[in-house]
């Protein structure tokens, strides 16, 4: 099928920016609310949840109306976006899309940038037919590289081989370069983190450490329970030395490391000690429908109610210029007052 052209349904020419003069050009859209692990910092295992999923035409429609406003990367996630039963077609129908607006950031403008986030459970049969529909790249959500201590986090027995098949297979397939996140959680896998250096220098992948937020849904987060960048730094020195790498972009959102001999590369996620939010450039379409300007957003924007009631192209743009105007200038955790954020990762999609 040809490109279709992402029509250009408002007058204003410029891309996507907030108040705050950032401009908003990443997108990440969750395609369902399932999972099939029940991570021990995510979910609280309970079954029985109302589940909210669109039919993959609807987000199709809502991406292609952010796509035109200047959207250039998209990135698939959920719950468990390999669950979702049409997420090969809905790759295929993100590839389709063209930016038609200059890029914003600057870059000269090109197809759109396609990434998908996983736990990887079930990617060893999909990465092929994923790449095939079009997907440029792929995140591997790993919390250990023990075996016992994987199935202790996922609560799902035996999953490990099948996730790292399936981060071989993303190889294999070019979706590359595959990264791993982990999040590190106190007394649950800080002890991982000279493994994973040793996995991503073995496996040739990226390994990325993300600083526990509190987005869990039984709401156990403390602050002792982050384990803080200086503190991840000061463990791999223990393995070796780290060395800086400069940043790929200006709003990229992990600090990279190597070391001394080149061999591997370690990202640290550090939204907690290290807040980036002056460097956001994104925005969130949860499972449901609904726009989300910030991880810590105390409310959501119905913008897939809007187009059930009818609204053409023109009004969602409208619309979605108007909610993304008012992206929070930055989240508080740790301060006096935090308010924690009125839905979980479960619901909001990483
Ligand atoms: N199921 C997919 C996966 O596993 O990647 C996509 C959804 S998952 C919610 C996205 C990412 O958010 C995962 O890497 C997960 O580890 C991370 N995550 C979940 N809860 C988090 C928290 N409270 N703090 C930091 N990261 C979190």
């Known amino acids: ?9 408002v007058s204003e020419s410029s891309g996507l920016t907030d108040r705050h003069g950032r401009a908003i050009t990443d997108l990440r859209v969750a395609i369902t609310d ?15 949840a109302q589940y909210a999923e669109l039919p993959v035409e609807e987000y199709l429609r809502m991406v292609r109306v952010l796509v035109s406003l200047g959207i250039e990367k998209i990135r698939i996630t959920g719950g468990e976006p390999l669950l979702r039963r049409g997420v090969v077609d809905m790759v295929a129908g993100v590839a389709r899309l063209q930016p038609t607006m200059p890029a914003v950031s600057g870059r000269l403008r090109q197809p759109l940038d396609i990434a998908l986030t996983t736990n990887g459970h079930l990617l060893a049969e999909l990465a092929r037919p994923l790449k095939d529909a079009g997907l440029n790249r792929v995140t591997v959500s790993m919390d250990a590289v023990d075996p016992a201590k994987f199935a202790r986090i996922t609560r799902v027995p035996g ?5 790292l098949a399936g981060v071989r297979a993303a190889q294999a397939a070019g979706l590359e370069p595959v990264k791993v996140n982990c999040v590190l959680l106190r007394g649950f896998n800080e002890d991982q983190i000279i493994e994973f250096a040793k996995f991503s220098r073995d496996e040739g992948v990226i390994v990325r450490f993300i600083e526990f937020m509190p987005l869990e849904e039984d709401r156990s987060w ?4 982050v384990v803080r960048l200086e503190e991840i730094i000061e463990r791999l020195n223990r393995f070796q030395p780290v060395v800086p790498l400069p940043p790929n972009t200006q709003s990229e959102t992990a600090r990279r490391y190597t070391f001394a001999d080149g061999r591997g590369e370690i990202g640290i ?12 450039s994104r925005i969130r379409l949860t499972s449901d429908g609904k ?5 810590f957003s105390q409310s959501d924007h119905d913008l ?25 200038a930055r989240h508080h955790i740790g301060e006096p007052g935090f308010l924690k954020p009125s839905r979980s990762m479960v619901h909001i999609g990483g």
Not at 43 to 48: A, E, K, L, M
Not at 159 to 163: A, E, G, K, T
Not at 273 to 279: E, K, L, T, Y
């Open 34 to 48: 399932r999972c099939n692990y029940k991570c021990v910092y995510c979910r609280t295992g309970n079954d029985g």
């Open 222 to 225: 403390t602050p002792d329970s």
């Open 304 to 328: 897939y109610g809007l187009m059930r009631r009818g609204a053409d192209d023109a009004a969602l743009a409208a619309y979605i210029r108007r909610v993304v105007d008012h992206k929070e």
């Open 269 to 280: 996620i550090a939204p907690v000690s290290h807040p980036f939010c002056g460097h956001c």
């Open 159 to 163: 999953s490990f081989r099948q996730v």
């Open 1 to 9: 099928m040809p490109p279709v052209a992402a029509s250009a349904p």
């Open 291 to 295: 726009l989300r300007t910030c991880l």
